[in-house]
C-alpha cells in the first residue's frame, strides 16, 4: 500500500513540477532607485534604476525613463519598454532635481505615499542639477550607481553631516506645525558624486540650502549628536603671524532650547548647546596641555561657533524656515489654544533668538 501510494505522489510530482517556473525572480523588475525631473508643460520625468542579476546578462542593471502628467503617467509608459514585471517593493532612494523641487513636491511626494508596497523608510534627497544624469551615469569607481547613493547617504547621516530624511521623517516633519521638512543635496564632481549641503523645505518647496561647512553646525542646532567632527580655522594668531587651525571628532553635543515670553508679546529664545570633542589636530602656538591656554582655544572656537550659529538663523528666519524646530519649543511653553491663534510663520522671523555654543575638548591626543 505504500508503495502504491509513493508510486503515486511521484507520478503526480512529475506532472505537476514541470509546470512550475524556477526563474519567476528573474521576470521581476525590482526598482532600487527612482528620479524626478522637470519637463515641458508641466509635466515629469521619470527615471527608474533596475538591478540585474541574471549571469546570462551583462548588464548591471536597467535604466528607463519617460515623461507623463505624472510619476504614475510615466511610470505606465516605461513599464512597456522592458520585459520585467515592474515593482516598488525594494525602491530604496528617491531623487529630485533641485528644479523640480523649487516648484513644488507634493505631487510627487502624495503619489509615492498612495503606493502602499513602497516603504516608508525610502530615502528622500536632492539633485544639484539633473537628477537623471545622476542616477543614470555610470561611475568607474563604483559597481551601481544606485547602490552607491544608498550607501552615501547611509554614511553621511550616521556622521550627521546630512540629516537622516526618510519618507516618513520628511511627513512627520511637515505635518507638524513646530518643525519644517529638510533633505540632503548631492551633486555630481567628477567622477564621483558629493554631497553639496542640506535643502530647507517650505512645506513641499525647497527654498534655501546650508552649506556644507555648517552641516554640523546645523545637526547640533537642532538636536544631540553622538558623534561627527568638524575642522575651524580659528583666525590670524595675536603673538605671531601664523593662522590657528583646530580639527575635533567624536563630537557629543547637548542642545537645550529656553523659551521666555517677554511683555508686548515679544518671544526669546536662547539655544544652549555644549559639544565635547577629542581635538584631532590643532596648528597654532598655544600649549593644548596647558590648562590655561587650552581654555583660551576653547573659548575661541565657543566663540566662532556661536558666531556662525546665529548667522545660521538669520538665515532660516529670513527665508521663514522653521528647520531647526524652534516652533515646537515655543508650542510647548504656551497653552495650546493661544498657539492654534499664532501665525507662526509670519511670527518666526521676529523671535529673538540667541545661541550660545560651548565647547570643551575632552582629550587632545597622547603628546603632551
Given at each position: 500500500?505504500?508503495?502504491?501510494?509513493?508510486?503515486?505522489?511521484?507520478?503526480?510530482?512529475?506532472i505537476?513540477?514541470?509546470?512550475?517556473?524556477?526563474?519567476?525572480?528573474?521576470?521581476?523588475?525590482?526598482?532600487?532607485?527612482?528620479?524626478?525631473?522637470?519637463?515641458?508643460?508641466?509635466?515629469?520625468?521619470?527615471?527608474?534604476?533596475?538591478?540585474r542579476?541574471?549571469?546570462?546578462?551583462?548588464?548591471?542593471?536597467?535604466?528607463?525613463?519617460?515623461?507623463?502628467?505624472?510619476?504614475?503617467?510615466?511610470?505606465?509608459?516605461?513599464?512597456?519598454?522592458?520585459?520585467?514585471?515592474?515593482?516598488?517593493?525594494?525602491?530604496?532612494?528617491?531623487?529630485?532635481?533641485?528644479?523640480?523641487?523649487?516648484?513644488?513636491?507634493?505631487?510627487?511626494?502624495?503619489?509615492?505615499?498612495?503606493?502602499?508596497?513602497?516603504?516608508?523608510?525610502?530615502?528622500?534627497?536632492?539633485?544639484?542639477?539633473?537628477?537623471?544624469?545622476?542616477?543614470?551615469?555610470?561611475?568607474k569607481?563604483?559597481?551601481?550607481?544606485?547602490?552607491?547613493?544608498?550607501?552615501?547617504?547611509?554614511?553621511?547621516?550616521?556622521?550627521?553631516?546630512?540629516p537622516?530624511?526618510?519618507?516618513?521623517?520628511?511627513?512627520?516633519?511637515?505635518?507638524?506645525?513646530?518643525?519644517?521638512?529638510?533633505?540632503?543635496?548631492?551633486?555630481?564632481?567628477?567622477?564621483?558624486?558629493?554631497?553639496?549641503?542640506?535643502?530647507?523645505?517650505?512645506?513641499?518647496?525647497?527654498?534655501?540650502?546650508?552649506s556644507?561647512?555648517?552641516?554640523?553646525?546645523?545637526?547640533?542646532?537642532?538636536?544631540?549628536?553622538?558623534?561627527?567632527?568638524?575642522?575651524?580655522?580659528?583666525?590670524?594668531?595675536?603673538?605671531?603671524?601664523?593662522?590657528?587651525?583646530?580639527?575635533?571628532?567624536?563630537?557629543?553635543?547637548?542642545?537645550?532650547?529656553?523659551v521666555?515670553?517677554?511683555?508686548?508679546?515679544?518671544?526669546?529664545?536662547?539655544?544652549?548647546?555644549?559639544?565635547?570633542?577629542?581635538?584631532?589636530?590643532?596648528?597654532?602656538?598655544?600649549?593644548?596641555?596647558?590648562?590655561?591656554?587650552?581654555?583660551?582655544?576653547?573659548?575661541?572656537?565657543?566663540?566662532?561657533?556661536?558666531?556662525?550659529?546665529?548667522?545660521?538663523?538669520?538665515?532660516?528666519?529670513?527665508?521663514?524656515?522653521?528647520?531647526?524646530?524652534?516652533?515646537?519649543?515655543?508650542?510647548?511653553?504656551?497653552?495650546?489654544?493661544?498657539?492654534?491663534?499664532?501665525?507662526?510663520?509670519?511670527?518666526?522671523?521676529?523671535?529673538e533668538?540667541?545661541?550660545?555654543?560651548?565647547?570643551?575638548?575632552k582629550?587632545?591626543?597622547?603628546?603632551?
Amino acid at each position: 500500500m505504500k508503495k502504491t501510494q509513493i508510486r503515486l505522489l511521484a507520478l503526480v510530482m512529475l506532472i505537476v513540477l514541470p509546470g512550475c517556473d524556477y526563474r519567476i525572480l528573474e521576470r521581476i523588475g525590482f526598482t532600487y532607485a527612482a528620479s524626478y525631473d522637470t519637463a515641458a508643460e508641466d509635466q515629469v520625468e521619470v527615471t527608474i534604476s533596475i538591478p540585474r542579476a541574471e549571469p546570462t546578462v551583462k548588464l548591471k542593471r536597467e535604466i528607463h525613463s519617460a515623461v507623463g502628467r505624472s510619476s504614475k503617467d510615466a511610470r505606465i509608459k516605461f513599464s512597456n519598454e522592458t520585459d520585467l514585471l515592474l515593482v516598488n517593493g525594494q525602491i530604496r532612494v528617491l531623487l529630485y532635481s533641485d528644479a523640480l523641487a523649487r516648484k513644488d513636491l507634493s505631487n510627487e511626494i502624495n503619489s509615492v505615499l498612495r503606493d502602499t508596497s513602497i516603504s516608508p523608510l525610502v530615502k528622500i534627497t536632492l539633485v544639484s542639477g539633473s537628477a537623471k544624469e545622476l542616477l543614470g551615469k555610470d561611475y568607474k569607481q563604483h559597481l551601481s550607481t544606485d547602490k552607491y547613493i544608498n550607501r552615501l547617504l547611509e554614511k553621511e547621516s550616521s556622521n550627521h553631516r546630512t540629516p537622516k530624511t526618510t519618507l516618513y521623517e520628511f511627513e512627520r516633519d511637515y505635518y507638524d506645525d513646530g518643525i519644517d521638512p529638510v533633505a540632503p543635496i548631492l551633486k555630481e564632481v567628477g567622477n564621483d558624486i558629493s554631497v553639496d549641503g542640506i535643502g530647507l523645505f517650505r512645506d513641499y518647496k525647497y527654498v534655501a540650502k546650508i552649506s556644507n561647512k555648517d552641516s554640523l553646525l546645523f545637526a547640533i542646532l537642532r538636536g544631540n549628536l553622538k558623534k561627527g567632527d568638524m575642522s575651524l580655522d580659528l583666525g590670524s594668531s595675536e603673538e605671531a603671524s601664523s593662522h590657528e587651525y583646530i580639527m575635533f571628532s567624536s563630537v557629543i553635543s547637548d542642545r537645550k532650547v529656553h523659551v521666555e515670553h517677554k511683555t508686548g508679546g515679544t518671544i526669546h529664545v536662547t539655544i544652549d548647546g555644549h559639544l565635547r570633542g577629542s581635538v584631532h589636530e590643532y596648528i597654532g602656538n598655544k600649549k593644548l596641555s596647558n590648562d590655561a591656554q587650552r581654555h583660551e582655544v576653547e573659548s575661541k572656537v565657543s566663540e566662532i561657533l556661536s558666531a556662525r550659529a546665529n548667522r545660521l538663523i538669520k538665515q532660516l528666519q529670513q527665508h521663514k524656515v522653521d528647520s531647526l524646530g524652534i516652533g515646537i519649543s515655543v508650542r510647548n511653553s504656551m497653552k495650546y489654544e493661544a498657539w492654534k491663534k499664532l501665525d507662526w510663520r509670519e511670527v518666526y522671523p521676529k523671535v529673538e533668538v540667541d545661541c550660545k555654543i560651548h565647547f570643551k575638548a575632552k582629550d587632545y591626543g597622547k603628546i603632551r
